[in-house]
């Protein structure tokens, strides 16, 4: 109820005004904020906000976060490494995580714990392990005990968590990131089949049956196909390879604008600018509303609930920041081209 009063607000303010404010500015609004403050923040958030603005401004001012990031990826890989070595032993770990999960929706929460019940492990294989295993290998690292880690993901055959369609319900995101993933790091192609899983699962004559969590994690979902086709923003998609989404978002933007939470919007708009797409209305009004969205005395985009917290509020604020002020895509940052930034590297990790 509140997130629909909050949206309707926005539309006001959208219908009211005739311009909005110079999207530049509310994006170096914002950027200060967090960048005046960014390592008050734990290493995960750090890390998030300055790979990413790394990838949009190439400024070496941000290796410090992404060494924070690296550090993370290391201490995620020694623990798995040293502690899940076996499926069972990951998925006794997944059942000790499932049952300890926070989530800021507890409804979010609910269902995560209701669908993941029977594949607990996937908490430990897809939320962990892959991305710690891709993030490494984006920085041209791999963990010393790769093989291993390796042989452990082949004793899963991953669809049964991709093509899961009560997984897909309340992980669209998350597995759309981790399909991707497991192709970046050769270990089997997933990506087909997840969509296919997706269409059915959100087929489109059904939207006006979803609740707004469930509206806002398809279209999350379609947003990180984008996303993680992009290697997150290193590298420019093609509208082709992706028509079905973009039609969809071009159709349903109005409906979008109402129905979800700022950090979605802001990512429905940056699919646009990922292939290129700027002048696209879709840009100009999801610009418009994460623009009308700051409060431009906190400088930054509270949470539904009126939250000003700068780690709850990291994800939405970064993501507007790169909608407003957009500079294209930029791989990297890794070893053989940064290898000052990465030294020394944590315990744990080598050169590829």
Not at 173 to 182: E, I, S
Not at 343 to 350: D, H, K, N, V
Request: hydrophobic content about 40%; charged content about 25%; glycine content about 6%.
């Amino acid at each position: 109820m509140l997130n629909r009063l909050r949206h309707s607000l926005v539309a006001l303010v959208l219908l009211v005004l005739p311009a909005y404010a110079d999207p530049v500015t509310v994006a170096d609004q914002i950027r200060h904020t967090y960048q005046t403050q960014l390592y008050t923040l734990p290493a995960t958030k750090a890390g998030h906000f300055g790979l990413r603005m790394y990838r949009q401004s190439g400024d070496p001012k941000y290796a410090a976060a992404i060494w924070q990031d690296m550090a993370r990826v290391a201490s995620t890989l020694n623990q798995i490494s040293a502690e899940f070595t076996t499926p069972d032993a990951m998925r006794q770990a997944g059942a000790q995580r499932l049952a300890n999960y926070q989530d800021s929706d507890d409804d979010r929460r609910q269902a995560r714990q209701q669908a993941t019940a029977d594949k607990p492990e996937y908490l430990v294989l897809g939320v962990s392990l892959l991305g710690a295993m891709a993030r490494a290998d984006e920085y041209g690292l791999k963990h010393r005990d790769d093989a291993r880690l390796r042989a452990l993901i082949r004793r899963f055959d991953f669809a049964d968590y991709s093509e899961d369609p009560a997984l897909v319900r309340v992980w669209a995101a998350q597995l759309a990131n981790q399909v991707y993933w497991l192709r970046q790091l050769n270990e089997g192609e997933y990506v087909e089949g997840f969509v296919r899983a997706f269409r059915a699962a959100y087929p489109d004559v059904a939207d006006s049956t979803l609740s707004e969590r469930e509206y806002g994690n398809k279209i999350y979902g379609m947003t990180h196909l984008i996303f993680a086709a992009s290697g997150y923003y290193q590298y420019p998609v093609r509208q082709s390879d992706h028509a079905w989404i973009y039609d969809y978002f071009r159709a349903e933007i109005d409906t979008i604008l109402r129905r979800c939470k700022e950090d979605i919007i802001a990512e429905v708009g940056l699919s646009f600018l990922l292939a290129g797409l700027e002048d696209d209305p879709v840009v100009a009004k999801t610009r418009q509303a994460i623009a009308a969205a700051v409060d431009k005395q906190a400088g930054l985009i509270p949470s539904v609930t009126g939250s000003l917290n700068l780690k709850g509020g990291e994800h939405r604020n970064v993501l507007a920041v790169m909608l407003l002020d957009w500079q294209g895509v930029r791989p990297g940052p890794d070893v053989p081209a940064n290898a000052d930034w990465f030294a020394p590297l944590p315990y744990g990790l080598t050169a590829k």
